[in-house]
């Protein structure tokens, strides 16, 4: 199975997360939302599968390109 690496778009805030390690996720799934710049933007999943890990809670400072998460898919 391939460990796929989700990372973050943009700079700025995580405002919510709304999947937990363990959880079954579809391709399209709203893992988390970032703000940024007064803006809602979702994290997707990129492929079915097995989240591993979120790395990061709601009121962190993120980076553009910052793993956030981790699917096995």
């Known amino acids: 199975m391939a460990r796929v690496e989700?990372?973050?778009d943009v700079q700025g805030n995580v405002w919510k997360v709304l999947a937990a390690a363990g959880e079954t996720v579809a391709a399209g799934d709203v893992l988390m939302?970032?703000?940024?710049m007064k803006m809602e933007i979702?994290?997707?999943?990129p492929?079915?599968?097995r989240l591993l890990a979120v790395h990061?809670?709601?009121g962190q400072a993120v980076a553009?390109?910052?793993v956030?998460?981790?699917v096995e898919a």
């Open 47 to 49: 492929v079915a599968g």
């Open 64 to 66: 553009e390109g910052q």
């Open 6 to 8: 989700i990372e973050s």
């Open 33 to 36: 939302i970032l703000e940024s």
């Open 56 to 58: 990061v809670t709601p």
């Open 42 to 45: 979702p994290v997707e999943a």
């Open 68 to 70: 956030v998460a981790l």
